[in-house]
């Protein structure tokens, strides 16, 4: 049977390796994403889309620290149904989607116009990048 020492510099090594190297694996990971979700909304189409309608909605988010691990922890966020078109091969095509807007604080109210990224081919998925603003 093979035994190691408590001392010994293989050992000690790998342990203070393999915790760098997966916050390094997580750190790349997490810049892919963030970079290819920058790229998608600087080169593909912007729409302007105008909220329809208004709600607040309590929803069930995963526990944050310091909260018993199975409590279920509820926040409140703010959605809404906005109008927006897209261009696809020429044809503008009309969309109504529910999204989640922000939090109550942030006062969204129907009739704003926001600026979007919807998906190429589909109506399904948008981006909401922010609010237009007034000039």
């Not at 050992?11 to 790229?39: K, N, Q, S, T």
């Not at 897209?86 to 604080?105: A, E, F, N, W, Y």
């Amino acid at each position: 049977m093979l035994h190691r020492q408590h001392n010994d510099p293989k050992l000690d090594a790998f342990r203070f390796v393999w915790p760098v190297l997966m916050v390094c694996c997580f750190a790349i990971v997490g810049a892919l994403v963030l970079g290819l979700r920058a790229w998608r909304f600087s080169n593909f189409p912007h729409s302007i889309a105008t909220i329809q309608e208004v709600w607040d909605q309590q929803v069930k988010v995963p526990g944050r620290g310091g909260e018993p691990l199975f409590e279920p922890h509820y926040e409140t966020f703010t959605f809404g149904t906005i109008l927006f078109e897209r261009q696809q091969k020429g044809i503008t095509h009309s969309c109504m989607q529910t999204v989640r807007l922000g939090r109550p604080k942030d006062k969204y109210m129907a009739g704003e116009k926001l600026d979007v990224v919807p998906a190429t081919g589909t109506c399904d998925r948008v981006d909401v990048i922010g609010r237009l603003r007034e000039r």
